[in-house]
């Protein structure tokens, strides 16, 4: 799998995503700079990795979501190509329109660092074909504004058509407004665009990767990422 | 004479600078008399009066050492600059001869005190550079952007040396909860730190909260970063070599925490309102393109020496690039890049603008350097060279303002060698001079659930602690254990201090700080290298407190010494009082060791049912400053529990080979609460509980004496008569204290108590105060 | 030329740090207040003293950027 | 009753938003924007009727919560 990660001013997660698509995919991404208009020739998956691009001034990822590289990035994901966007990238995607809604200030109006749990909506896309569907992972969160949120029809429009991939929930697996640290609607921690291409997720699957550091929860996304790749070649 | 008026508007100078050798230095008379018509040719440029002296902060004796330095008065400018280099901040004035006494060496420091962090040698090539650093006045003006400013300040301190940062640490005291400005001085504190190190990408892993009526009105900031570098690449602040351009990096220069907020309006001019100086506000995003930038061009290889600005910002940097290199330096204000108009000279010397470097660059080298500066969106100018001359010149709209013998504003800055007076000893108290006023399970759980013991939780969950993925031990822990690059070897943090028994003892606290924070090192199973000080005091004019600085340095000498824990960076701030009333001595001790390999770290969780538990250190039952005493009993009295360096070292070292023989599945030290709370808390960490023999002695004493050196081990149950043998054989004394198992915690006789209403009073408390209306 | 750009959430958009502060001046005891809904100001200086052209720069700098108009609102004021 | 607290940032103080923002709509091609400070806007709803109360519980929540007065100034209007 070939595959490019972002970098922004004010990124910050993306040596951790560097090294979790190398570690899985067996080959270092490339590491695109904003001011690029063109991505790598034969790029399978664009990353938008975590941070604070542009010191999360004005909105976050507002500024990040209209650099150059983005229209590239937009390009990418026309032909069908697949974008992973964390965290920050999740907040950039959604300003540059690759996803819909806004992710607002948590709840409680704290920046949170902690384990959560996801329940693993489905099994059946690319970026989750590395669970069974119902599976729950435990995997960093670290963010301020992760309220995920957007108009009734939008919310009904994601639930209908299956687009959220990833929820909070307690270790059991259950929905219970105590495990959904940030209050996101419908405990929405990841969500997929209409062709399926483009993930948006808040937490961070790239920090659980290495039995050694105690928990490979987050593996899986990449390996069904790689193993969808492959298929497609 | 010649070439002297010219210069006063600054040509011949310049001419001269450049063209080497510089008779003004050894001519004074000359020197004042360009001055005197100097002085009144800048434009209302008001008189040096007593009282001016006074507002700068400088004793009458100090301004009279200026006039003999530099035989005439200085400009206001130049006042500004000896306030600045002569504050007790910058010169530690009165802290030096203290500070000279502490061990600062061992064949693994690269570089001790005197940079602007510490180095060591961590092997593979590699260097640990770090450094803590207080922040406390202005975190208790604007918590938020005091306490980011004061990571800000840290960082840059680390990465300036070449090291890209891999953790923060930082160590809090707050005043009384109870105390109307407590809590909101807590959410900004712990909301600035997350700000600033969050959006900058380094993990915030470990630290220490502490709340005490004496710090009401004085709260402590102190803040620690952590990085790594190429021990063969280290950069320095001395500057090399002749006519070199001096380049200002990062952010604009604006009126931000100027020091002389006495500054006469005489100069200020109609608009003093508009100009007064600022609150310092932090910008993390500037700081990581800055850190970005400046490896970048460090690894390019552009860089002869570098100096972040911190306090006295241009001053302080400029003349250490300079004094440090044995040149001197002309610093061109008219280029100096400035967020605000109209600044003055003054004010441009003095500002402290956050995120801003110099650097001497190699001239070939010097476009490539701008091209990355530029790349990153950062301010880059050329402002001034380095020059033969061994003077500080600084120019300004054609006027001379400054021109000062450059290594004399440092070396000759006053030392002064105060009065003290030793703190009177306290008397021991035995157990029996204390009545337990309630059952010791009701004591447990009270102590667990008390603001200085409970968890810190709602505070490190603020901060980003995994970023890097190399946290393997996450706060909560003994010490915080940071894997290096991709393993196996790993760093073990920690920073400790404990005021209370300072305060009952400078010499025995400073033992014990140093001594706490090279046991929580050894839990992890790391061995400690070396340690970074940042001495929180109040006024050092006052013998009592004076008393207090020196007892506290003495001690934290012989504790580095005897556990072979050098000095190597650290930070004093003093005059933390209030109305007279100081705060309770505080020596944080900011600790680091190494793990060769960090899957071989020691957790306090225990691991499994039906393990032994072992107690390696002697328990005499030690109540005097226990927080048994002082939070159960109500009691602040009593000498704190003394320190055995040679027992320490010994109990440790045995610990460590335990750990890392893989003998050990969990290790956590006694200290704060002591046998009762360690127990509390392993049990906590794993929801496992435990069965404890009956205490051999008084059990109040036992169970929430403070003795030191102590450490709960569990192990194999089949392997625990062997260990108890070998401890012996090492000198070490154990005791066999029980065995894990269950859902609940039994101490002896007592009533069993669950593991999970342990928890929930041990997490509850702070959120519970936490949630309370935030006053500001 | 002096501006200033106001920007406010759309009513039926949820507003966390509205609800927040709501809470927050209720337990200060400060009474009356209903509801708070926070948006942002801008103020901007532009170079030009030709009053069309700065509002249609404003207005274009509050599209492109300053107001995330699937959430948001915003008001344009040449304020000299 | 409506009203709104606008906050702005005291001048002189460091405003790294707005910092970002002027780089932003620059790279953005947005022409002729010398500088931008961002300040904050609070939309109230009051209960009651009286327009002296009004601002002094304004006032009182400015004071207390809604601005930091060590670096920012705020102004109260009751907009009806
Ligand atoms: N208490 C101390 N123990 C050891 N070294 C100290 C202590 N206080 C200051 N230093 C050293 O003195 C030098 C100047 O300190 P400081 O002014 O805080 O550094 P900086 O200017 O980089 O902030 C530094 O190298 C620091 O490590
Ligand atoms: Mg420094």
Redesign the pocket.
Known sequence: MKSAVLVFPGINRERDMARALTLISGRAPAMVWHAETALPAGTDLVVIPGGFSYGDYLRCGAIAARSPIMDAVRAHAEKGGLVLAICNGFQIACEAGLLPGVLMRNAQLKFICKDVYLRVERSDTPFSRGYNAGQVIRVPCAHGEGNYIADAETIARLEAEGRVLYRYVSPEGVLDPAWNHNGATNAIAGIVNERGNVLGMMPHPENHVEAVMGCTDGRGLFAGLVEHVARAA | MPGLVPGIHGLAIEKKVVDGPDRRGHDAAAVCASFDYIRHMIPNEPRVTPELVAEHGLKPEEHERILKLIGREPTVTELGIFSAMWNE??S?KS?KIH?RT?PTEAPWVIQG??????VIDIGDGLACVF?M?SHNHPSYIEPYQGAATGVG?ILR?VFTMGARPIACLNALSFGDPKHPKTRHLVSGVVAGIGGYGNSFGVPTVGGQVRFHPRYNGNNLVNAMAVGLAESDKIFYAAATGVGKPIVYLGSKTGRDGIHGATMASAEFGADAEEKRPTVQVGDPFAEKLLLEACLEIMHKDCVIAIQ?M??AGLT?SAVEMGAKGDLGVTLELDKVPCRETGMTAYEMMLSESQERMLMVLRPEKEAEAEAIFRKWGLDFAVVGETTPTRRFIVRHRGDVMVDLPIKELGDQAPEYKRPFVDTPTLPVISPADVTPPMSTADALEKLIACPDLCSRRWVWEQYDHVIGGNTVQRPGGDAAVVRVNDGPKALALTADVTPRYCEADPLEGGKQAVAEAWRNITAVGGTPLAV????NFGNPERPEIMGQFVGCVRGIGEACKALDFP?V????SLYNETNGRAILPTPTIGGVGVLADFQKSATIAFKAAGEAILLIGETKGWLGQSLYLRDVCGREEGAPPPVDLATEKRNGDFVRELIGEGIATAVHDVSDGGLAVSLAEMAMASGIGAKLDASPAAAHAFWFGEDQARYVVTVAAARAGEIMARAAKAGAAALRLGVTGGDALTLGMERPILVKTLVQAFEGWLPAYMAGPDVT | MKARVTVTLKSGILDPQGKAIEGALKSLGVEGVASVRQGKVFDIELAGTDKAKAEAVLKQAADKLLANTVIENYRVEVTG
């Open positions: 901040h910058c530690y802290s500070l502490l005190p005197g940079e602007n962090a510490g450094k650093e300040g301190d972040d911190g306090a302080c970074t000080d940042n001495l000095v960076s650290g930070n004093v």
